[in-house]
């Protein structure tokens, strides 16, 4: 069976463009015998680590990518002309750097260059292209863009910035096999240009949805993205019914003249190999301004005001056992420690301590945080876990750690339970 990898594909994370359900894909992907497929959602990253994480569960091989907006001018600039310019442009992350990148990239198009989408520049792109490797996209790729306005003079000046943007064996031509007329006019062009420039050919589909049958779910997600109806004549439609997930066989039937271009989508997804650590926590270092470590910072701060706090627990019950408090904020400190957490406690205080400052309301404490000496003592929950009865361990559980609980994200202070007003 002729190898073909799938590297320019958009999941239901392409909002109300793409019509296809991560699950779904990977399942279709190992019936298909595929050993990889990428996702290459428009102008976001939103599905990268559920893909990451499902496709590697499932045994396939994931690539991370995006299919960018690129802007005419600066993405700064917001004008409409500049919105009927945009570029499509295919990114690979090749290396851990290439994600970071690419994260940065899509950051950016959403904070600084959002205009109807998310939007990068040239600019911006040679910056942060280390690691990442170009395909040049469908029809809306500044390069077919170009040959079918019949300037090859501009198309082979595009094909060379990226050349030189991403460097040697880093950016490729893709031809698709989609049907529309137009797209074959430009892959002639494009494997041409190949053979001219030297820069090789990538074969995709730019799938927006599984199967053929799918196109009419696709067709009707469109139109609830552009505010339509479906009987709408004038209304923005896909001009083919072929970008679904093809399998390899219709893939190499189509590109039998370029059979470099199928095999390429392989070796091009091995090279792309990314790794996450999602066993330790990736939480912000607090910054002590000093020789002390946040370790001893944090103990010095919990016991200085576990001092101000037992001032107040004995001023409204004399009879209150100091004995027990002492022993379970040594404990919490302990565990806090233990787990890794100091840093997190004392940006959270941080947080909160800023806000009764300005007098910005904050509650007593919320969900299982109030189960907390320490964060009573660090000013971040305003009530007493020992007298009104309340768990810490319902907070922060050192057993769950002891059975491995470090390696999941749940045994931190998770969303319900993160102490906040
Ligand atoms: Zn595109
Ligand atoms: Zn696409």
């Known amino acids: 069976m002729a190898e073909f990898v799938h590297l320019h594909v958009h999941t239901q994370y392409s909002l109300l463009d793409g019509a296809i359900r991560i699950d779904d894909l990977l399942r279709l992907t190992a019936e298909y015998g595929m050993p990889a497929v990428a996702t290459t959602d428009h102008g976001t990253l939103f599905g990268a680590i559920e893909f990451h994480e499902k496709a590697t569960k499932a045994g396939i091989h994931p690539v991370i990518g995006c299919e960018m907006y690129i802007a005419a001018r600066s993405r700064f600039d917001k004008s409409s002309a500049d919105s009927r310019e945009l570029c499509h442009l295919i990114l690979l992350a090749e290396t851990q750097e290439g994600y970071r990148n690419l994260c940065r990239l899509a950051t950016a198009a959403q904070l600084e260059g959002f205009y109807y989408k998310p939007r990068i520049d040239r600019e911006l792109l040679q910056e942060c292209s280390r690691g990442l490797i170009g395909m040049s996209a469908c029809l809306h790729g500044e390069i077919p863009r170009r040959i079918l306005e019949g300037r090859m003079d501009l198309a082979d000046q595009a094909a060379r910035t990226y050349l030189a943007t991403f460097g040697e064996n880093r950016f490729f031509l ?73 399998p390899a066989a219709e893939m ?89 957490f100091p840093s997190y406690f004392l940006i959270v205080a941080d947080f909160i301590r800023f806000a009764k400052e300005r007098g910005i309301p904050v509650g007593p404490g919320r969900g299982s945080a109030a189960g907390s000496l320490v964060a009573y003592c660090l000013g971040i929950t305003d009530l007493d876990p020992i007298a009104h009865g309340l768990i810490f361990e319902r907070f922060l559980n050192p057993a769950r750690k002891s059975a491995g609980g470090t390696t999941s994200r749940r045994s931190s202070p998770s969303a319900s339970s993160r102490p906040g007003p």
């Open 174 to 246: 893709e031809i698709q096999n989609n049907g529309i007329a137009e797209q074959e006019r430009v892959n002639q062009a494009l494997i041409d240009m190949s053979r001219r420039l030297s820069v090789p050919l990538v074969a995709s589909n730019d799938c927006h949805y599984l199967s053929r049958e799918d196109v009419r779910a696709h067709d009707v997600l469109l139109c609830i993205q552009t505010g339509k109806t479906v009987n709408d004549s004038e209304r923005l439609k896909f001009r083919t019914d072929q970008l679904y997930f093809k």
């Open 252 to 340: 190499a039937a189509y590109f039998k003249e370029t059979p470099e271009a199928l095999s390429r989508t392989v070796e091009i997804a091995d090279r792309c190999r990314l790794e996450f650590d999602f066993k330790t926590y990736h939480f912000p270092n607090f910054d002590t301004r000093g020789p002390q470590s946040v370790e001893a910072h944090f103990e010095e701060k919990t016991r200085a005001g576990f001092e101000r706090i037992m001032a107040r627990v004995r001023a409204k019950n004399p009879q209150a056992d100091e004995a027990l408090y002492r022993e379970r904020l040594d404990y919490e400190i302990g565990v806090v420690k233990d787990m890794g």
